[in-house]
Structures are given as C-alpha cells and as structure tokens.
C-alpha cells in the first residue's frame, strides 16, 4: 500500500503582509506623532493612515478565509483528493485525460511558477493546481510528477521571437 501524503495551504505570505503593513503603520505613527506633529490627535486624521489600515484589515480578512476553507490535497496511490471546506474533489488515475506541467507566467513578487493541469474525461476544464500555494511545494510538484506517471506532458518553454 502506498504512503498518503497531504499538503496544507501556505499563509505565509498572507501573515508577512500583515506584519510588514503593521509595522509601517506604527513607525509612521510614531514618526509622525513623535517628530513631525508633536502630538497624537492630529495623526487619525491622515488618509495614509486610514490606507495601511485598511490593508491591514483585507490582508486578515484573508488569512480568516484561507482558514476557513482549509485547503489541502492529499495524494495516496491512485488517488488525488482536492479538499476544502465547501467542496472536495477525488481523482483516480483512470478518469484523467493527460496532465500537463507548464510555468505560469506573471508579473510582481510570484513569477514564473509550477501549474499543474488535469485534464478529465468528464469536464472541458481541467483542474488546475499551483503548487506555490501550498506547504513544500517542491515535494508537491514531484508527488505530482510521479503520482501522473505515464499521463504526464510537460510543455516546453514557449520561445521569443526576435524582433
């Protein structure tokens, strides 16, 4: 019998936000408060203040819902489970098409990552997996490699054309 293996969401870069953000914010209120205004009244005030807190507030209000939907896929066998708290989803080996490993092209802090397309017989869509998201992402992708098998096509890199 093979071994299970189970991959949660990451929320690292959800709680690095927030505490980047938290800490801008109190510098800049006590640069200001300290230095500039000599007082703390007039700092409530500022719209930039009301600007870090409010991304301060998004960013966990997505750390909560991340919780919540406790994402995670666990891999056993021939079986691959997609689970969240609304849905769960369970793949065996003989219901995929092809699988298909390309790079995500994006721009800003996350470029160039692993994704991960499953193509079934019974949906047009195919079931996309970006293995960034997820705790040990490395193993991921090569749980997932090994777990395709013979249904695995990596698509090359796409070349630029000179111009």
């Not at 009244?41 to 719209?47: C, K, L, Q, V, W």
């Not at 919780?67 to 369970?90: F, P, Q």
């Not at 996309?128 to 991921?140: G, P």
Request: proline share 2%.
């Amino acid at each position: 019998m093979e071994q299970q293996t189970t991959f949660k969401y990451n929320y690292g870069f959800l709680f690095q936000s927030i505490v980047v953000y938290a800490t801008t914010l109190a510098a800049y209120i006590l640069v200001r408060g300290l230095m500039i205004e000599a007082e703390f009244a007039h700092i409530f005030r500022d719209p930039l203040v009301y600007l870090l807190s409010a991304i301060i507030l998004v960013s966990s209000l997505a750390v909560i819902y991340n919780v919540v939907m406790k994402r995670r896929i666990t891999i056993d066998g021939n079986h691959l489970h997609l689970r969240g708290a609304l849905r769960e989803m369970t793949i065996t080996r003989d219901q995929v098409r092809s699988v298909r490993i390309g790079v995500d092209r994006q721009r800003g802090l996350i470029s160039n990552t692993r994704v991960v397309k499953i193509f079934l017989n019974e949906r047009r869509r195919p079931a996309l997996i970006r293995t960034y998201n997820f705790e040990n992402s490395q193993e991921l992708y090569s749980s997932l490699k090994k777990w395709a098998g013979d249904l695995l096509t990596e698509r090359p890199g796409r070349r630029r054309r000179k111009a």
